[in-house]
């Protein structure tokens, strides 16, 4: 595995154009690893609106390898997915956070919260949750804070979600867990 205590030479690449992830990303690795370069990427990563667990990580997984082939030459690479979960009757919205570079890759989820029966029903793999939100519920300006900083009027936002579960992911490449076997595969 690389070495992450150079910090003036690591380049984090983010699969998104998206202000509140590449703000997030920037912050967790600069928290941690540090970064003197953060590149934002567009990076496909399935569907538009994931359905289910799997899909949802799988288009996470999607991003960050977008973005590896787009800058091979960075130290790690970063993709991010919202989707949505149905348990029982109720809508569960989450995103994935993969962070990888060139030794292994590491998987973080974001807290999940329901969403509001509405905007469930209205759910399809074609169109994102946000514009359904907007149509549906008139939750207003979800692009500013996300849904969830829009639903607790702006406490929870996307970017503190997506900080979090990066943090999460970084774990397995900072001190005691770096060293251990279960991420030195590189499959993601």
């Known amino acids: 595995m690389e ?16 202000p509140a992830k590449v703000s ?5 690795f ?6 003197s370069e953060v590149i934002s990427v567009a990076a496909e990563g399935g569907s538009a609106q994931p359905i289910g667990d799997a899909a949802t990580r ?4 999607r991003r960050a390898l977008g973005a590896r082939l787009q ?3 960075a130290q790690w690479w970063v993709g991010i997915e919202g989707g949505i979960e149905v348990v029982e009757s109720d809508y569960l919205v989450s995103s994935w956070v993969v962070v990888m570079n060139e030794g292994c890759a590491n998987f973080a989820r974001t807290a999940a919260f329901t969403l509001p029966r509405a905007v469930g029903a209205s759910l399809d793999d074609d169109t994102p949750l946000g514009v359904i939100s907007e149509e549906v519920a008139e939750v ?4 500013r804070y996300g849904l969830s900083g ?4 702006g406490k929870v936002t996307r970017q503190r979600l997506y900080a979090d579960a990066t943090l999460l992911a970084l774990s ?7 060293t251990v076997e279960r991420w030195a595969d590189t499959t993601a």
Do not use: C, Y
């Open 3 to 18: 070495s992450t205590t150079r910090k003036e030479e690591q380049t984090v690449v983010v699969a998104s154009l998206n």
């Open 150 to 153: 829009t639903l607790t009027s």
């Open 30 to 35: 600069t928290a941690t690893i540090g970064v």
């Open 58 to 61: 799988d288009g996470a997984r």
């Open 71 to 73: 800058h091979p030459e």
């Open 172 to 178: 397995a490449f900072l001190e005691p867990w770096k």
């Open 140 to 143: 207003g300006d979800w692009r």
């Open 24 to 28: 997030a990303v920037s912050d967790a």
